[in-house]
């Protein structure tokens, strides 16, 4: 039975007030949770979360990383260093840094792999365009993507990874997958999982994002092979973070 899996992505909104009252509210409402909740902060707000959620079940992630391990790398930040801020996670091929900062598919695979090796859980985003899934190319831009890493690190790693299908066209759009259409994208990726291990594909956590919120949570949760979800927007408000948290 795989456990469900919510986090929050706040991308690039936080201050040292919000994220207070944010990591407040969220934790006062944590005893009537039983999914696993990940919040993604800001670099700069790592060191802070790590203070607020010492000692709760709240876990903390980061938004990117480096693929080197240290260096001469200006304004970069290394997976150890995340994990030196005590956390767990670390998205990696999220849609805005495949489109915005040209991050392909063999540097998402690699971000991966540095993400694992440093014992970092990464947060495998993949997802196709309204262009894509107008072509009728979904599955094949997915597939793409997904191959990519198990190329590099092998299908035993992914015990290691969590999978995060977010169509490009459903990220802060207020357009929201339908659970049919949502499920038949998660199942196409344990189908893909399952072509090199069935046992890794029954255990990888596949979770759902892109407009999802306090009201459609529970539907896309439902669905067999939805196990959670990425929250962008509605991850930023305590009251509708928890509500889909207590969805799963
Ligand atoms: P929204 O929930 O704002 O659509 O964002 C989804 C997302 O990009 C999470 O990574």
Not at 34 to 62: D, H, R, T, W
Not at 155 to 163: K, N, P
Request: glycine letters at 10%; charged letters at 20%; a negative charge.
């Amino acid at each position: 039975m795989r456990k469900t899996i919510v986090a929050g992505n706040w991308k690039m909104n936080a201050s040292k007030e919000t994220v207070n009252s944010l990591i407040e509210g969220i934790l006062s409402g944590m005893n009537e949770v039983s999914s696993e909740v990940i919040v993604c902060a800001p670099f700069p707000y790592l060191s802070q979360v790590e203070s607020l959620i010492n000692n709760s079940k709240l876990m903390l992630g980061a938004q990117n990383l480096n693929i080197n391990p240290a260096g001469a790398f200006t304004g970069e930040v290394s997976a150890d260093m995340i994990k030196d801020f005590g956390a767990q996670h670390v998205i990696v091929g999220h849609s805005e840094r495949r489109s915005l900062y040209g991050e392909t598919n063999a540097i998402v695979a690699e971000k991966t792999k540095a993400a694992i090796g440093a014992g970092l859980t990464p947060l495998l985003c993949v997802g196709e365009s309204l262009e894509d899934r107008e072509s009728g190319k979904t599955e094949a831009i997915v597939e793409e993507q997904i191959n990519a890493v198990i190329d590099l690190i092998g299908i035993e790693a992914f015990d290691q990874v969590i999978i995060a299908y977010e169509p490009v066209w459903a990220i802060g759009t207020g357009l929201t997958a339908s659970p049919e259409q949502a499920q038949t994208v998660h199942l196409f990726i344990r189908n893909l999982l399952a072509n090199s291990s069935e046992k890794i594909a029954k255990r990888t956590p596949i979770l759902y994002g892109g407009s999802m919120n306090a009201a459609n949570a529970a539907d896309l949760i439902s669905c067999s092979d939805i196990d959670g979800g990425l929250i962008g927007g509605a991850a930023l408000k305590a009251e509708d973070f928890l509500q889909i948290c207590k969805a799963g």
